[in-house]
């Protein structure tokens, strides 16, 4: 959801530099944004946030930069959407910053996961959270029956 404003800012950023009346520095702001939507996978919290406030900032410099290019050619329109979806991306960046998926975040240990606040009471999980942790389920049953 926040990938496609991203990529398509980077799209047209850059394909604004192919046309007439392009600003000419759209080439740096689309890796900016293709930065941005890296960014935005990578990290999560208050770095999530951060990379989604530079990204909206980009897109305010690059709608600066197409509203003051010389000329009304095709680049400068498409250099102007590039910096709308660079603003949009930035701003669902910084709003959805909790709910959006963190790398490698499928990969975190069951006490990782619960320290991070997995509010799940389901008893079958929790045997097969102490299995991930090497606790043998059987060992309580074995001591019982002695």
Do not use: N
Request: charged letters at 20%; proline letters at 5%; glycine letters at 18%.
């Amino acid at each position: 959801m926040v990938l496609l404003p991203l990529l398509g800012a980077a799209a047209a950023l850059w394909g604004s530099t192919r046309l007439d009346g392009g600003p000419g520095s759209g080439t740096g702001l689309a890796l900016v944004a293709l930065a941005g939507a890296g960014g935005a996978i990578a990290v999560g919290g208050w770095g999530r946030r951060v990379v989604g406030a530079l990204v909206a900032v980009a897109g305010l410099l690059a709608g600066w930069r197409a509203l003051a290019a010389d000329g009304a050619g095709a680049g400068r329109w498409v250099a102007l959407l590039g910096a709308v979806l660079l603003v949009v991306a930035g701003v669902l960046v910084v709003r959805l910053a909790t709910r959006l998926p963190t790398m490698g975040a499928r990969y975190a240990s069951p006490a990782a996961r619960r320290a991070s606040g997995d509010p799940d009471g389901d008893p079958d999980k929790d045997l097969w959270d102490g299995l991930s942790e090497g606790r043998d389920p059987t060992a309580a049953e074995v001591e019982d029956e002695r």
